[in-house]
């Protein structure tokens, strides 16, 4: 079993470019969400889903937009990108009332 | 506003020197607290769920315990092995059936040999 796997795990974008990042989970799991990491913030909630065709804003949803077309599948959008947005993300899936089960991560700069 | 902090933000042990690292929280209702472990380079590996003050769980050399203010994880006898970020996670009981969990910033644990 893979679990959960985020593609690509580094990317160096300019200010302005657009980007996708993809997570795929192989558990069959409801609930899909998309987080960032930052330095002395901890993990903070984007977007999520709690099934396929639905996305829901969380702590700091500006700047990108999700998609969520099957449900293995979460996509993470960037539509123009910005330093701000330089960070770690990781995404999580689960079932109802089950503990989310974590990607490595995405590590995205920004110049 | 809910809130999970964490204490102390680093943390150096020797080999076999106990030790607890602690999160305190403010939550409405809280319906589940995490605690996970990060490794660099990696996502958080989950570790223990805990529900209800009183309740206490254990794996290998790790315990976690809850009151209806903070949890405690308790590292009894840590490894170098056991060197990682330790995150606290709770989940509060009001927006539905969402799974959303609010995270505190983590104790980074050294263990030296």
């Known amino acids: 079993n893979a679990g959960v796997t985020q593609t690509p795990k580094f990317r160096v974008l300019k200010t302005g470019q657009s980007m996708t990042l993809l997570c795929a989970q192989d558990m069959n799991h409801e609930y899909m969400y998309w987080y960032r990491q930052d330095p002395g913030m901890g993990l903070r909630l984007i977007h999520y889903s709690v099934g396929e065709g639905t996305t829901a804003k969380g702590e700091v949803p500006d700047g990108y937009n999700v998609s969520r077309l099957k449900k293995q599948n979460f996509l993470l959008g960037l539509e123009s990108a910005a330093p701000s947005q330089t960070s770690v993300y990781f995404c999580?899936?689960?079932?109802?009332?089950?503990?989310?089960?974590f990607g490595d991560g995405t590590r995205l700069s920004i110049l | 506003e809910d809130q999970v902090t964490q204490s102390p933000e680093a943390l150096r042990l020797q080999e076999g020197e106990s030790s607890s690292l602690n999160c305190s929280y403010t939550?409405?209702?809280?319906?589940?607290l995490f605690w996970y472990r990060q490794d660099p380079g990696k996502g958080p590996e989950f570790l223990f769920t805990l529900y209800s003050a009183g309740e206490e769980k254990e794996k290998e050399r790790l315990k976690a315990t809850l009151t209806k203010k903070e949890s405690f994880l308790h590292i009894t006898a840590p490894k170098p092995e056991d060197s990682a970020t330790y995150l606290c996670a709770v989940q509060a009981g009001y927006g539905g059936a969402t799974n959303k969990l609010i995270f505190g910033t983590g104790t980074l644990l050294a263990v030296q040999p």
């Open positions: 999580a899936s689960t079932d109802p009332n089950q503990p989310q089960h």
């Open positions: 939550v409405s209702g809280l319906r589940g």
